[in-house]
T-cell receptor, first 114, second 116 residues
Framework: AQSVTQPDIHITVSEGASLELRCNYS??????LFWYVQSPGQGLQLLLK??????LVQGIKGFEAEFKRSQSSFNLRKPSVHWSDAAEYFC????????????FGAGTILRVKS | DTGVSQDPRHKITKRGQNVTFRCDPI?????LYWYRQTLGQGPEFLTY????????KSRLLSDRFSAERPKGSFSTLEIQRTEQGDSAMYLC??????????????FGEGSRLTVL
């Protein structure tokens, strides 16, 4: 069965600093991988996704993620964090057609200090 | 607003009562999903519909839970004889089929249930 591990429950970074959120997955086949962000009072929003091809994918809001099959990882990065990036971030692996049925990690809460 | 909408946003009920949540997906989306999110956890898949057909149900969906999508448009999720363990955020999402499908699920803001 698919599973996703996000090892960091909370991360605090200074505004302007770089960010990396870790994600490890377990899936038998080539995975569909996603990062979603959830801000208080708002629905989950897709940041980026990986289906195939280039292992470095670009998303919205300046985020990128790199798929590393050998490490079963899909870490999310941003070179310079803004205060508005404070939110909870979820990594997910997709099953089914187009990967629509998602298995989520437990999430990482990002705090940004000024 | 053409996003996914859920109603009510908050529901407080007493143990043993029945509750129903409604989800209106994006109008051209054929697929509709229900997820449950408890505190400190990521969303967990409950069930999904393709048009009016319920194609898959999670083992998390006990016999007290039922979901419908009678005309392939809006969906309802009913919980009978609520228990305190049912307290959670219930999320609805939708997606299109076919060539329009990019793998993205479009989520509503959720319906938060508190069982006293």
């Amino acid at each position: 069965a698919q599973s996703v591990t996000q090892p960091d429950i909370h991360i605090t970074v200074s505004e302007g600093a770089s960010l990396e959120l870790r994600c490890n997955y377990s899936y038998g086949a080539t995975p569909y991988l996603f990062w979603y962000v959830q801000s208080p009072g708002q629905g989950l929003q897709l940041l980026l996704k990986y289906f195939s091809g280039d292992t470095l994918v670009q998303g919205i809001k300046g985020f990128e993620a790199e798929f590393k099959r050998s490490q079963s990882s899909f870490n999310l990065r941003k070179p310079s964090v803004h205060w508005s990036d404070a939110a909870e971030y979820f990594c997910a692996v997709g099953a089914g057609e187009y990967g629509n049925k998602l298995v989520f990690g437990a999430g990482t809460i990002l705090r940004v200090k000024s | 607003d053409t996003g996914v909408s859920q109603d009510p946003r908050h529901k407080i009920t007493k143990r043993g009562q029945n509750v129903t949540f409604r989800c209106d997906p994006i109008s051209e989306h054929n697929r509709l999903y229900w997820y449950r999110q408890t505190l400190g956890q990521g969303p967990e898949f409950l069930t999904y519909f393709q048009n009016e057909a319920q194609l898959e149900k999670s083992r998390l969906l006990s016999d007290r839970f039922s979901a419908e999508r009678p005309k392939g448009s809006f969906s309802t999720l009913e919980i009978q004889r609520t228990e305190q363990g049912d307290s959670a955020m219930y999320l609805c999402a939708s997606s299109p089929l076919g060539l329009s499908n990019t793998g993205e699920l479009f989520f509503g803001e959720g319906s938060r249930l508190t069982v006293l």
